[in-house]
């Protein structure tokens, strides 16, 4: 009996592990509400943070209902006197199922020469996402294979409010890269998992908080939030690193929608 105990923990030992349930079967998209918060991004170098605005609106686009994640950038003073005008990242997320939609990344602009631009459309019936130049021409297919992606960036201020998330949970996504790879080499696999729990000081306020890291499978990235236990799930610190490099932000003030609040 003992020899078959022993050989039955050897094999289940040699299997390999499960992966974790998809982030999107923890997903209610009735939790998310309208938030905003502004965020000194870079803190703790000896660079001046930047400021930005992060903002979650509903929005008609298309005759179609969305909540609108955006990233604006503020203006400083002598970007003022240089005429620079500042860049924005948005997602569109499908308001009833939080699928992405579209979203655009403009770089700022500076007098005489024009913005960057990424954009992209999801298109759920197809199971593809298209990358598109500046005038909306599609210029890059990536086959989704069947993966519903997470959006990143700015559209996480949604999606997060969404996850129900618990002590010691893990959740498995797929995030679309926007930035690197080309064709199904920008859908990468990242882990979700709740490692703890902690408080972040806004405003002279103590926060209490669930750690929530996350991890992409093939070490490209990580990313350490600091997301509120009360409803709405906000993040409110994130510790970046890709390589050598680490980037700390963390949210200065936040509003909510008072009837999102709660518990859970």
Known sequence: MAIAKLTLLMLQAALPAAAPPDVWSAMNPERTCAVSAVWHIGTGTSSTPHAMVESVSPLEVGGRSVWRA????????????????????????????????????????????????????????????????????????????????????????????????????????????????????????????????????????????YIVTETALDGSYQAVNSVTIDRPHIVLRTEYSRGPRRTVSEVTAFTRDPACEGTG
Request: charged residues 25%.
């Open 70 to 209: 955006m990233h604006t950038l503020l203006r400083g003073a002598e970007e003022a006197r240089q005429g620079l005008i500042p860049g924005f990242d948005f997602y569109d997320l499908d308001r009833a199922t939080l699928a992405p939609v579209q979203s655009e990344h403009r770089g700022s602009a500076s007098q005489g020469a024009p913005a960057a631009v990424t954009r992209f459309a999801y298109e759920s019936d197809s199971g593809s996402v298209h990358r598109l130049s500046p005038d909306g021409t599609p210029i890059e297919s990536i086959p989704l294979n069947g993966r519903r992606p997470f959006p990143e960036g700015p559209g996480s201020a949604a999606v997060y409010q969404a996850i129900d998330w618990r002590d010691g949970q893990r959740l498995r996504a797929h995030v679309l890269d926007r930035w690197r790879g080309r064709a199904s080499a920008r859908l990468r696999a990242v882990d979700l998992e709740v490692t703890g729990r902690g408080a972040v000081r806004v405003g002279g306020r103590r926060i209490p908080a």
